[in-house]
Protein backbone atom coordinates (compact mmCIF):
# COMPACT_ATOMS: atom_id res chain seq x y z
CA UNK A 1 0.00 0.00 0.00
CA UNK A 2 2.87 2.31 0.22
CA UNK A 3 5.93 2.89 -2.35
CA UNK A 4 9.43 4.25 -1.76
CA UNK A 5 10.34 7.13 -3.75
CA UNK A 6 13.23 7.03 -5.43
CA UNK A 7 14.61 10.53 -4.95
CA UNK A 8 17.93 11.42 -6.41
CA UNK A 9 20.65 11.24 -4.30
CA UNK A 10 22.04 14.74 -4.10
CA UNK A 11 24.94 13.95 -2.46
CA UNK A 12 26.44 11.85 0.48
CA UNK A 13 27.95 15.22 1.99
CA UNK A 14 28.55 19.20 1.75
CA UNK A 15 26.03 21.74 1.57
CA UNK A 16 23.38 20.28 -0.70
CA UNK A 17 23.32 16.78 0.69
CA UNK A 18 19.27 16.61 2.57
CA UNK A 19 17.48 14.08 0.86
CA UNK A 20 18.46 10.92 0.15
CA UNK A 21 16.63 8.26 -1.94
CA UNK A 22 14.24 5.97 0.99
CA UNK A 23 13.45 9.26 2.74
CA UNK A 24 9.92 9.87 1.67
CA UNK A 25 6.97 7.37 0.81
CA UNK A 26 3.85 7.81 -1.20
CA UNK A 27 0.77 6.09 0.31
CA UNK A 28 -3.09 6.58 -0.03
CA UNK A 29 -4.99 8.67 2.74
CA UNK A 30 -8.28 10.07 3.18
CA UNK A 31 -8.26 13.86 3.97
CA UNK A 32 -11.21 15.38 6.34
CA UNK A 33 -11.71 19.03 6.25
CA UNK A 34 -14.77 20.77 7.75
CA UNK A 35 -16.80 17.81 6.90
CA UNK A 36 -15.81 16.97 3.45
CA UNK A 37 -13.88 14.04 2.47
CA UNK A 38 -11.37 13.63 0.10
CA UNK A 39 -8.73 10.50 -0.51
CA UNK A 40 -5.26 11.92 -1.93
CA UNK A 41 -1.59 10.42 -2.17
CA UNK A 42 0.45 11.62 0.93
CA UNK A 43 4.24 11.35 1.28
CA UNK A 44 5.45 9.87 4.48
CA UNK A 45 8.48 10.40 5.87
CA UNK A 46 10.43 7.12 6.39
CA UNK A 47 11.44 5.54 9.12
CA UNK A 48 13.26 2.11 9.47
CA UNK A 49 15.62 0.53 11.95
CA UNK A 50 19.58 0.42 11.44
CA UNK A 51 21.91 -1.68 13.00
CA UNK A 52 25.22 -0.31 14.31
CA UNK A 53 27.86 -2.98 14.63
CA UNK A 54 31.58 -2.84 15.83
CA UNK A 55 33.13 -5.82 13.27
CA UNK A 56 31.01 -8.56 14.16
CA UNK A 57 29.37 -7.59 17.53
CA UNK A 58 25.87 -5.50 17.79
CA UNK A 59 26.30 -2.25 19.24
CA UNK A 60 22.72 -0.57 19.30
CA UNK A 61 19.60 -0.24 17.03
CA UNK A 62 17.99 2.87 16.21
CA UNK A 63 14.84 3.99 14.65
CA UNK A 64 16.19 6.15 11.63
CA UNK A 65 15.23 7.54 8.23
CA UNK A 66 17.20 6.32 5.65
CA UNK A 67 20.37 7.94 4.46
CA UNK A 68 23.54 9.10 5.59
CA UNK A 69 23.82 5.73 7.44
CA UNK A 70 27.83 5.85 7.97
CA UNK A 71 27.92 9.65 9.16
CA UNK A 72 25.20 8.24 11.59
CA UNK A 73 27.37 5.58 12.59
CA UNK A 74 30.35 7.32 12.83
CA UNK A 75 28.71 10.57 14.58
CA UNK A 76 26.74 7.95 17.24
CA UNK A 77 29.88 6.78 18.13
CA UNK A 78 32.01 10.15 18.80
CA UNK A 79 28.99 11.61 20.66
CA UNK A 80 28.44 8.73 22.80
CA UNK A 81 32.00 8.78 23.73
CA UNK A 82 32.75 5.42 22.16
CA UNK A 83 35.28 6.72 19.90
CA UNK A 84 37.75 10.07 19.82
CA UNK A 85 39.65 10.33 16.56
CA UNK A 86 38.09 9.85 13.02
CA UNK A 87 41.35 7.92 12.83
CA UNK A 88 40.04 5.29 15.05
CA UNK A 89 37.47 3.77 12.11
CA UNK A 90 39.33 2.23 9.22
CA UNK A 91 35.90 1.37 7.44
CA UNK A 92 32.27 2.17 7.63
CA UNK A 93 30.68 -0.92 5.93
CA UNK A 94 26.49 -0.34 5.06
CA UNK A 95 24.96 -3.83 4.83
CA UNK A 96 21.77 -5.52 4.20
CA UNK A 97 20.13 -7.17 6.65
CA UNK A 98 18.31 -10.55 5.69
CA UNK A 99 15.19 -9.37 6.70
CA UNK A 100 13.61 -6.90 3.81
CA UNK A 101 16.52 -7.09 1.73
CA UNK A 102 17.15 -3.52 2.65
CA UNK A 103 20.24 -2.07 3.85
CA UNK A 104 19.76 -1.24 7.34
CA UNK A 105 23.30 -1.92 9.02
CA UNK A 106 26.16 -0.33 9.04
CA UNK A 107 29.00 -2.27 9.97
CA UNK A 108 31.96 0.16 11.82
CA UNK A 109 35.47 -1.70 11.51
CA UNK A 110 38.02 -0.03 14.05
CA UNK A 111 42.03 0.30 13.83
CA UNK A 112 42.56 -1.11 17.36
CA UNK A 113 43.28 -4.65 16.59
CA UNK A 114 43.13 -5.09 20.95
CA UNK A 115 39.61 -3.93 20.66
CA UNK A 116 37.32 -5.54 23.52
CA UNK A 117 33.51 -5.68 22.64
CA UNK A 118 32.88 -5.57 26.54
CA UNK A 119 34.83 -2.72 26.92
CA UNK A 120 32.47 -0.62 24.32
CA UNK A 121 29.80 -2.39 25.82
CA UNK A 122 30.56 -1.22 28.88
CA UNK A 123 31.30 2.27 27.91
CA UNK A 124 28.23 2.37 25.76
CA UNK A 125 26.10 1.64 28.84
CA UNK A 126 27.75 4.23 31.06
CA UNK A 127 26.78 6.84 28.10
CA UNK A 128 23.50 5.82 27.69
CA UNK A 129 22.30 5.63 31.45
CA UNK A 130 24.94 8.26 32.60
CA UNK A 131 23.80 8.85 35.97
CA UNK A 132 20.71 8.74 38.08
CA UNK A 133 20.70 12.70 38.82
CA UNK A 134 21.81 15.90 37.09
CA UNK A 135 24.91 16.19 39.19
CA UNK A 136 25.60 12.40 38.57
CA UNK A 137 25.28 12.76 34.97
CA UNK A 138 27.35 15.77 34.48
CA UNK A 139 29.84 13.93 36.57
CA UNK A 140 29.76 11.03 34.15
CA UNK A 141 30.19 13.60 31.36
CA UNK A 142 33.50 15.30 32.63
CA UNK A 143 34.65 11.85 33.48
CA UNK A 144 34.05 11.47 29.36
CA UNK A 145 36.80 14.20 28.91
CA UNK A 146 34.09 16.54 27.88
CA UNK A 147 35.90 20.17 27.68
CA UNK A 148 33.93 23.65 27.19
CA UNK A 149 34.34 24.68 23.58
CA UNK A 150 37.62 26.15 22.72
CA UNK A 151 38.17 29.38 20.80
CA UNK A 152 36.29 32.69 20.78
CA UNK A 153 33.54 32.43 18.88
CA UNK A 154 31.14 34.79 18.63
CA UNK A 155 27.39 35.06 17.00
CA UNK A 156 26.05 38.56 15.65
CA UNK A 157 22.38 38.05 16.54
CA UNK A 158 21.27 39.94 13.73
CA UNK A 159 22.79 37.24 11.54
CA UNK A 160 21.49 34.58 13.98
CA UNK A 161 17.67 35.43 13.63
CA UNK A 162 18.39 34.87 9.85
CA UNK A 163 19.15 31.22 10.30
CA UNK A 164 15.54 28.97 10.99
CA UNK A 165 14.23 30.34 7.98
CA UNK A 166 17.55 29.44 6.07
CA UNK A 167 17.18 25.92 7.70
CA UNK A 168 13.84 25.44 6.56
CA UNK A 169 14.52 26.76 3.08
CA UNK A 170 16.77 24.36 2.65
CA UNK A 171 14.74 21.25 4.62
CA UNK A 172 13.74 19.35 1.70
CA UNK A 173 12.23 16.55 2.72
CA UNK A 174 10.55 18.12 5.87
CA UNK A 175 8.65 20.19 3.36
CA UNK A 176 7.04 17.36 1.57
CA UNK A 177 5.87 15.71 5.17
CA UNK A 178 6.27 17.97 7.86
CA UNK A 179 7.76 14.94 9.79
CA UNK A 180 11.52 15.36 10.37
CA UNK A 181 13.74 16.95 12.57
CA UNK A 182 16.15 19.03 11.43
CA UNK A 183 19.86 19.80 12.31
CA UNK A 184 22.37 22.28 10.56
CA UNK A 185 25.92 23.63 10.87
CA UNK A 186 26.67 27.23 9.93
CA UNK A 187 30.06 29.51 9.95
CA UNK A 188 30.04 32.71 11.57
CA UNK A 189 28.90 34.46 8.40
CA UNK A 190 25.85 32.23 8.42
CA UNK A 191 26.31 30.09 5.89
CA UNK A 192 24.79 26.59 5.73
CA UNK A 193 27.31 24.19 5.78
CA UNK A 194 25.63 20.49 6.22
CA UNK A 195 22.19 19.93 7.09
CA UNK A 196 20.97 16.72 7.98
CA UNK A 197 17.21 15.50 8.38
CA UNK A 198 15.67 12.43 10.38
CA UNK A 199 12.25 11.63 12.27
CA UNK A 200 14.93 11.28 15.52
CA UNK A 201 16.10 14.16 16.82
CA UNK A 202 19.21 13.04 18.01
CA UNK A 203 19.66 10.98 14.52
CA UNK A 204 19.45 14.19 12.41
CA UNK A 205 22.20 15.86 15.00
CA UNK A 206 24.85 12.92 14.89
CA UNK A 207 24.28 12.55 11.06
CA UNK A 208 25.51 16.27 11.38
CA UNK A 209 28.27 15.67 13.77
CA UNK A 210 29.49 12.54 12.02
CA UNK A 211 29.70 13.94 8.55
CA UNK A 212 31.62 16.87 10.14
CA UNK A 213 33.76 13.91 12.04
CA UNK A 214 34.42 12.29 8.44
CA UNK A 215 36.03 15.39 6.87
CA UNK A 216 38.36 16.16 9.62
CA UNK A 217 36.55 19.13 11.15
CA UNK A 218 36.56 19.16 14.41
CA UNK A 219 36.17 20.45 17.24
CA UNK A 220 34.00 22.53 15.65
CA UNK A 221 35.13 25.60 17.53
CA UNK A 222 34.59 27.91 14.44
CA UNK A 223 30.69 26.89 14.03
CA UNK A 224 27.07 27.15 15.19
CA UNK A 225 24.60 23.91 15.38
CA UNK A 226 20.90 24.91 15.14
CA UNK A 227 18.26 22.40 15.87
CA UNK A 228 14.62 22.01 15.18
CA UNK A 229 13.45 20.79 17.85
CA UNK A 230 14.00 20.94 21.43
CA UNK A 231 17.30 21.65 22.85
CA UNK A 232 17.46 18.36 25.66
CA UNK A 233 20.48 16.96 27.67
CA UNK A 234 21.92 14.52 24.86
CA UNK A 235 21.64 17.13 22.19
CA UNK A 236 23.54 19.36 24.28
CA UNK A 237 26.28 16.54 25.13
CA UNK A 238 26.42 15.85 21.97
CA UNK A 239 27.17 19.11 21.14
CA UNK A 240 30.02 19.56 23.17
CA UNK A 241 31.62 16.27 22.10
CA UNK A 242 31.86 18.00 18.55
CA UNK A 243 33.29 21.15 20.25
CA UNK A 244 30.32 23.23 19.35
CA UNK A 245 30.66 26.45 20.77
CA UNK A 246 26.81 27.85 19.84
CA UNK A 247 23.73 25.66 19.97
CA UNK A 248 20.58 27.10 18.75
CA UNK A 249 16.82 26.02 18.81
CA UNK A 250 13.54 27.00 17.59
CA UNK A 251 12.25 25.80 20.71
CA UNK A 252 12.53 25.18 24.53
CA UNK A 253 15.63 23.84 26.30
CA UNK A 254 15.40 21.62 29.76
CA UNK A 255 16.39 22.30 32.64
CA UNK A 256 19.37 19.30 32.59
CA UNK A 257 20.54 21.19 29.02
CA UNK A 258 20.70 24.59 30.53
CA UNK A 259 22.39 23.04 33.74
CA UNK A 260 24.91 20.65 31.56
CA UNK A 261 25.33 24.24 28.94
CA UNK A 262 26.23 26.19 31.73
CA UNK A 263 28.74 23.78 33.64
CA UNK A 264 30.77 23.35 30.17
CA UNK A 265 30.62 26.81 28.93
CA UNK A 266 27.93 26.14 25.95
CA UNK A 267 26.26 29.29 24.16
CA UNK A 268 22.75 27.79 24.69
CA UNK A 269 20.03 29.91 22.71
CA UNK A 270 16.47 28.93 22.61
CA UNK A 271 13.30 29.92 21.15
CA UNK A 272 15.15 31.48 18.62
CA UNK A 273 12.17 32.68 16.05
CA UNK A 274 11.54 35.98 13.96
CA UNK A 275 13.88 38.76 15.66
CA UNK A 276 13.51 37.04 19.00
CA UNK A 277 15.45 34.98 21.30
CA UNK A 278 16.47 33.56 24.69
CA UNK A 279 20.19 33.32 26.25
CA UNK A 280 19.99 30.58 28.55
CA UNK A 281 23.62 29.85 28.76
CA UNK A 282 26.56 32.10 27.69
CA UNK A 283 26.76 35.10 25.85
CA UNK A 284 26.75 36.65 22.37
CA UNK A 285 28.53 39.22 20.70
CA UNK A 286 26.27 42.22 20.85
CA UNK A 287 24.44 41.42 23.76
CA UNK A 288 26.20 42.86 26.56
CA UNK A 289 24.55 40.44 28.83
CA UNK A 290 26.24 37.16 30.24
CA UNK A 291 23.86 34.61 31.78
CA UNK B 1 21.10 28.83 39.48
CA UNK B 2 18.07 27.41 39.22
CA UNK B 3 15.65 26.72 41.77
CA UNK B 4 12.63 24.14 42.08
CA UNK B 5 8.85 25.29 41.66
CA UNK B 6 7.24 23.68 44.77
CA UNK B 7 4.29 22.75 42.84
CA UNK B 8 1.02 21.41 44.39
CA UNK B 9 0.73 18.05 43.42
CA UNK B 10 -3.03 17.46 41.71
CA UNK B 11 -3.30 14.34 41.95
CA UNK B 12 -1.33 11.22 40.94
CA UNK B 13 -4.52 10.00 38.61
CA UNK B 14 -7.40 11.18 37.26
CA UNK B 15 -8.61 14.00 35.14
CA UNK B 16 -6.83 17.10 36.70
CA UNK B 17 -3.43 15.37 37.42
CA UNK B 18 -1.01 17.06 34.90
CA UNK B 19 1.42 19.10 36.89
CA UNK B 20 3.16 17.49 40.05
CA UNK B 21 5.75 19.02 41.97
CA UNK B 22 9.42 18.98 39.92
CA UNK B 23 7.95 19.47 36.86
CA UNK B 24 9.51 23.06 36.56
CA UNK B 25 12.55 25.11 36.93
CA UNK B 26 13.03 28.92 37.61
CA UNK B 27 16.43 30.04 36.24
CA UNK B 28 17.50 33.50 35.08
CA UNK B 29 17.87 34.02 31.22
CA UNK B 30 18.49 36.72 28.94
CA UNK B 31 15.98 37.62 26.47
CA UNK B 32 17.06 39.22 22.71
CA UNK B 33 13.92 41.64 21.14
CA UNK B 34 15.27 42.90 18.20
CA UNK B 35 17.72 44.35 19.43
CA UNK B 36 16.70 44.77 22.48
CA UNK B 37 18.36 43.53 25.67
CA UNK B 38 15.84 41.82 28.57
CA UNK B 39 17.66 39.52 31.64
CA UNK B 40 14.53 38.28 33.34
CA UNK B 41 13.55 35.15 34.74
CA UNK B 42 12.29 31.91 32.73
CA UNK B 43 10.78 28.60 33.43
CA UNK B 44 12.52 25.53 32.48
CA UNK B 45 10.75 21.87 31.80
CA UNK B 46 12.83 19.32 34.11
CA UNK B 47 14.66 16.66 32.94
CA UNK B 48 16.12 13.97 35.14
CA UNK B 49 16.84 10.45 34.65
CA UNK B 50 14.55 7.90 35.82
CA UNK B 51 16.38 4.18 37.08
CA UNK B 52 13.46 1.49 36.57
CA UNK B 53 14.12 -1.70 38.71
CA UNK B 54 13.00 -5.21 38.81
CA UNK B 55 13.37 -6.49 42.08
CA UNK B 56 17.17 -5.31 42.74
CA UNK B 57 18.17 -5.56 38.78
CA UNK B 58 18.39 -2.50 36.70
CA UNK B 59 16.36 -2.54 33.77
CA UNK B 60 16.42 0.75 32.03
CA UNK B 61 17.16 4.91 32.56
CA UNK B 62 14.86 6.83 30.86
CA UNK B 63 15.63 10.91 30.79
CA UNK B 64 12.04 12.37 31.99
CA UNK B 65 10.21 14.77 33.79
CA UNK B 66 9.99 13.91 37.65
CA UNK B 67 6.32 12.96 38.43
CA UNK B 68 4.03 10.41 38.08
CA UNK B 69 7.34 8.14 38.19
CA UNK B 70 5.24 4.74 39.14
CA UNK B 71 2.71 5.24 36.29
CA UNK B 72 5.61 5.67 33.98
CA UNK B 73 7.58 2.39 35.26
CA UNK B 74 4.50 0.84 34.84
CA UNK B 75 3.64 1.31 31.44
CA UNK B 76 6.82 1.11 30.43
CA UNK B 77 6.47 -2.85 31.48
CA UNK B 78 3.76 -3.21 29.74
CA UNK B 79 4.01 -1.27 26.55
CA UNK B 80 7.36 -2.90 25.81
CA UNK B 81 5.76 -6.36 26.73
CA UNK B 82 7.64 -7.49 29.54
CA UNK B 83 4.28 -8.01 31.71
CA UNK B 84 0.81 -8.47 30.60
CA UNK B 85 -1.23 -8.06 33.59
CA UNK B 86 -1.51 -5.71 36.19
CA UNK B 87 -1.96 -8.30 39.03
CA UNK B 88 1.61 -9.05 38.06
CA UNK B 89 2.75 -5.99 39.87
CA UNK B 90 2.99 -7.02 43.48
CA UNK B 91 4.24 -3.33 44.46
CA UNK B 92 6.14 0.28 43.00
CA UNK B 93 8.38 1.60 45.06
CA UNK B 94 10.13 4.97 44.65
CA UNK B 95 13.60 5.52 45.84
CA UNK B 96 15.90 7.87 46.23
CA UNK B 97 18.71 7.57 44.26
CA UNK B 98 22.40 7.90 46.20
CA UNK B 99 23.79 10.75 43.95
CA UNK B 100 21.43 13.83 44.63
CA UNK B 101 19.56 12.67 47.10
CA UNK B 102 16.48 12.50 44.73
CA UNK B 103 13.79 10.25 44.05
CA UNK B 104 15.36 9.40 40.97
CA UNK B 105 14.15 5.62 40.92
CA UNK B 106 11.17 3.21 40.80
CA UNK B 107 11.58 -0.68 41.96
CA UNK B 108 9.08 -2.56 40.49
CA UNK B 109 8.09 -5.76 42.21
CA UNK B 110 7.23 -8.59 40.13
CA UNK B 111 4.77 -11.63 42.08
CA UNK B 112 6.15 -14.49 39.98
CA UNK B 113 8.73 -15.69 42.65
CA UNK B 114 10.35 -17.71 39.67
CA UNK B 115 11.30 -14.39 37.92
CA UNK B 116 13.98 -14.74 36.02
CA UNK B 117 16.30 -11.21 35.47
CA UNK B 118 18.19 -12.56 32.36
CA UNK B 119 14.86 -13.68 31.04
CA UNK B 120 13.60 -9.96 31.54
CA UNK B 121 16.45 -8.76 29.56
CA UNK B 122 16.26 -10.77 26.71
CA UNK B 123 12.90 -9.91 26.32
CA UNK B 124 13.89 -6.19 26.49
CA UNK B 125 16.43 -6.30 24.23
CA UNK B 126 13.89 -7.74 21.89
CA UNK B 127 11.19 -5.15 22.37
CA UNK B 128 14.13 -2.26 22.24
CA UNK B 129 15.93 -3.71 18.85
CA UNK B 130 12.46 -5.19 16.92
CA UNK B 131 13.82 -5.86 13.84
CA UNK B 132 16.11 -4.81 11.35
CA UNK B 133 13.54 -3.61 8.66
CA UNK B 134 9.89 -2.88 9.02
CA UNK B 135 8.66 -6.33 8.07
CA UNK B 136 10.69 -7.93 10.95
CA UNK B 137 9.80 -5.36 13.68
CA UNK B 138 6.22 -6.01 12.67
CA UNK B 139 6.51 -9.44 12.67
CA UNK B 140 8.35 -8.81 16.26
CA UNK B 141 5.37 -7.09 17.18
CA UNK B 142 3.13 -10.01 16.39
CA UNK B 143 5.58 -12.60 17.83
CA UNK B 144 4.65 -10.16 20.98
CA UNK B 145 1.08 -11.18 21.02
CA UNK B 146 -0.26 -8.05 20.31
CA UNK B 147 -3.87 -7.86 18.43
CA UNK B 148 -6.56 -5.63 16.29
CA UNK B 149 -7.96 -3.61 19.12
CA UNK B 150 -11.15 -4.78 20.36
CA UNK B 151 -14.92 -3.81 19.31
CA UNK B 152 -16.33 -0.95 17.39
CA UNK B 153 -15.20 2.25 18.70
CA UNK B 154 -16.11 5.08 16.24
CA UNK B 155 -15.47 8.63 16.87
CA UNK B 156 -17.40 11.53 15.05
CA UNK B 157 -15.01 13.79 13.04
CA UNK B 158 -16.83 16.64 14.89
CA UNK B 159 -15.72 15.71 18.24
CA UNK B 160 -12.38 14.62 16.98
CA UNK B 161 -11.64 18.19 16.17
CA UNK B 162 -12.46 19.44 19.55
CA UNK B 163 -9.49 17.14 21.07
CA UNK B 164 -5.99 19.64 20.64
CA UNK B 165 -7.80 23.07 21.65
CA UNK B 166 -8.80 20.26 25.49
CA UNK B 167 -5.43 19.15 24.80
CA UNK B 168 -3.68 22.26 25.21
CA UNK B 169 -5.79 23.89 27.80
CA UNK B 170 -5.49 21.27 30.62
CA UNK B 171 -1.06 21.05 29.48
CA UNK B 172 -0.50 23.40 32.78
CA UNK B 173 3.34 22.64 32.69
CA UNK B 174 3.82 22.95 28.52
CA UNK B 175 1.81 26.33 29.50
CA UNK B 176 5.07 27.65 31.16
CA UNK B 177 7.45 26.80 29.44
CA UNK B 178 6.75 25.39 26.03
CA UNK B 179 8.85 22.47 26.60
CA UNK B 180 6.77 19.51 27.39
CA UNK B 181 5.13 16.98 24.88
CA UNK B 182 1.39 15.75 25.91
CA UNK B 183 -0.28 13.04 26.01
CA UNK B 184 -4.09 12.01 27.24
CA UNK B 185 -7.34 9.80 27.04
CA UNK B 186 -10.50 11.15 25.80
CA UNK B 187 -13.59 8.67 25.73
CA UNK B 188 -16.52 8.61 22.69
CA UNK B 189 -17.79 11.62 24.19
CA UNK B 190 -15.07 13.68 24.00
CA UNK B 191 -14.35 13.75 27.73
CA UNK B 192 -10.66 14.23 28.90
CA UNK B 193 -10.00 10.92 30.90
CA UNK B 194 -6.50 11.97 31.83
CA UNK B 195 -3.42 13.96 30.27
CA UNK B 196 0.20 13.16 31.19
CA UNK B 197 3.00 15.41 29.95
CA UNK B 198 6.67 14.48 29.73
CA UNK B 199 9.94 16.04 27.95
CA UNK B 200 9.94 12.56 26.32
CA UNK B 201 6.94 11.66 23.91
CA UNK B 202 6.94 8.36 24.95
CA UNK B 203 6.86 8.80 28.30
CA UNK B 204 3.88 10.82 28.22
CA UNK B 205 2.46 8.10 26.71
CA UNK B 206 3.52 5.08 28.84
CA UNK B 207 2.65 7.82 31.47
CA UNK B 208 -0.85 7.65 30.42
CA UNK B 209 -1.10 4.07 29.48
CA UNK B 210 0.64 3.33 32.85
CA UNK B 211 -2.15 4.70 34.68
CA UNK B 212 -5.07 3.14 32.91
CA UNK B 213 -3.02 -0.03 33.53
CA UNK B 214 -3.10 0.51 37.54
CA UNK B 215 -6.77 1.43 37.10
CA UNK B 216 -7.79 -1.89 35.30
CA UNK B 217 -9.02 -0.37 32.99
CA UNK B 218 -6.71 -2.36 30.41
CA UNK B 219 -7.82 -2.64 27.31
CA UNK B 220 -8.52 0.37 26.31
CA UNK B 221 -10.86 -0.56 23.50
CA UNK B 222 -13.35 2.63 24.40
CA UNK B 223 -10.99 5.04 24.03
CA UNK B 224 -8.82 7.43 21.75
CA UNK B 225 -5.58 8.53 22.75
CA UNK B 226 -4.44 12.48 20.94
CA UNK B 227 -0.10 12.46 21.29
CA UNK B 228 1.12 16.67 21.02
CA UNK B 229 3.92 14.84 18.99
CA UNK B 230 4.38 12.79 16.00
CA UNK B 231 3.03 9.20 15.58
CA UNK B 232 5.97 7.29 15.39
CA UNK B 233 6.28 3.52 15.13
CA UNK B 234 6.67 2.99 18.64
CA UNK B 235 3.98 5.60 19.52
CA UNK B 236 1.56 3.13 17.36
CA UNK B 237 3.32 -0.21 19.06
CA UNK B 238 2.27 0.93 22.61
CA UNK B 239 -0.99 2.17 21.62
CA UNK B 240 -1.72 -1.91 20.17
CA UNK B 241 -0.68 -2.65 23.70
CA UNK B 242 -2.55 -1.19 25.47
CA UNK B 243 -5.22 -1.92 23.31
CA UNK B 244 -6.37 1.61 22.25
CA UNK B 245 -8.49 1.82 19.00
CA UNK B 246 -8.15 5.66 17.38
CA UNK B 247 -5.17 6.91 17.79
CA UNK B 248 -4.51 10.87 16.73
CA UNK B 249 -1.50 13.44 16.40
CA UNK B 250 -1.49 17.00 15.65
CA UNK B 251 1.62 16.25 13.48
CA UNK B 252 2.77 13.67 10.70
CA UNK B 253 3.08 9.73 11.46
CA UNK B 254 6.13 7.97 10.02
CA UNK B 255 6.00 5.17 7.61
CA UNK B 256 6.53 2.67 9.77
CA UNK B 257 3.86 3.89 12.00
CA UNK B 258 1.23 3.65 8.88
CA UNK B 259 2.77 0.27 8.18
CA UNK B 260 1.77 -1.11 11.91
CA UNK B 261 -1.33 0.41 12.48
CA UNK B 262 -2.55 -0.74 9.11
CA UNK B 263 -1.53 -4.31 9.73
CA UNK B 264 -3.30 -4.33 13.42
CA UNK B 265 -6.92 -2.37 12.37
CA UNK B 266 -5.97 0.89 14.52
CA UNK B 267 -6.98 4.05 13.13
CA UNK B 268 -4.05 6.47 13.16
CA UNK B 269 -5.18 10.38 12.63
CA UNK B 270 -2.23 12.74 11.87
CA UNK B 271 -2.40 16.49 10.88
CA UNK B 272 -5.23 17.24 13.58
CA UNK B 273 -5.34 20.87 13.30
CA UNK B 274 -8.59 23.07 13.19
CA UNK B 275 -11.13 21.75 11.20
CA UNK B 276 -9.00 19.36 9.55
CA UNK B 277 -7.18 15.97 9.76
CA UNK B 278 -5.83 13.18 7.68
CA UNK B 279 -6.75 9.47 8.01
CA UNK B 280 -3.57 7.30 7.37
CA UNK B 281 -5.23 3.70 8.80
CA UNK B 282 -8.87 2.89 9.57
CA UNK B 283 -11.94 4.60 9.01
CA UNK B 284 -13.84 6.93 11.36
CA UNK B 285 -17.57 7.05 11.71
CA UNK B 286 -19.06 9.72 9.01
CA UNK B 287 -15.91 9.96 6.49
CA UNK B 288 -17.51 7.00 4.18
CA UNK B 289 -14.02 6.15 3.52
CA UNK B 290 -11.44 3.35 4.65
CA UNK B 291 -7.88 3.91 3.85
Known amino acids: MTR ?33 VHPHEDALAAEEPLEIRI ?41 VTTAGGKSNGVEVQLQDCEFDPAQIQRNFFAASSCGICGKAS ?22 LCALPEKLRSAQTVFGHTGGLHAAALFDSAANLIVLREDIGRHNAVDKVIG ?40 S ?25 FVIYSGALRGTASTV
Do not use: C
Open 4 to 36: EIPLVQTGTHGREGSAPERSLQLTQVVEWNDGQ
Open 138 to 159: IDAIRKRGLRAPSGDFTVDPEL
Open 211 to 250: WAFLQGMLPLSEHLMLVSGRGGFEIVQKALAAGVPVLASV
Open 55 to 95: GQNPLTVTMRTPGHDSELAAGFLLTEGLIEEAGQISALLPY
Open 252 to 276: APSSLAVQLARELGLTLVGFLRGRR
